[in-house]
């Protein structure tokens, strides 16, 4: 089994950071990719930005604001959010692509991102 474990939202004012931070454990046999979604009231859930390797990609929005990376033992994730705006407000969530006695996919718990003055 593979599990998730989320941390770091919560409120912050326009203009300030936060970091998020995804724990990948288990039988882990391999990780293809990890990455952050997110999903505002009303909206589809969408791609904040992935690693894959030491490849990363951003949605636009949040280019030259944001920066995912993964420690040293590639099991964990981190999503650095700096210059935070109020449209920026979601439920974030990790994403896990690799293997673990197969191919498999999971979603993290989420995490709530407020962005508000």
């Known amino acids: 089994q593979v599990q998730l474990v989320e941390s770091g939202g919560g409120l912050v004012q326009p203009g300030g950071s936060l970091r998020l931070s995804c724990a990948a454990s288990?039988?882990?046999?391999?990780?293809?990719?990890m990455g952050w979604y997110r999903q505002a009231p009303g909206k589809q859930r969408e791609l904040v930005a992935v690693?894959?390797?030491?490849?990363?990609n951003y949605t636009d929005s949040v280019k030259g604001r944001f920066t995912i990376s993964r420690d040293t033992a590639g099991n964990t994730v981190y999503l650095q959010m700096n210059s935070l705006k109020p449209e920026d407000t979601a439920v974030y969530y990790c994403?896990?692509?690799?293997?673990?006695?197969?191919?498999?996919?999971?979603w993290g718990q989420g995490t709530l991102v407020t962005v508000s003055s």
């Open positions: 690693i894959s390797g030491s490849s990363t």
């Open positions: 994403n896990f692509k690799g293997y673990s006695g197969g191919y498999l996919e999971l």
């Open positions: 288990g039988s882990i046999f391999s990780i293809y990719a």
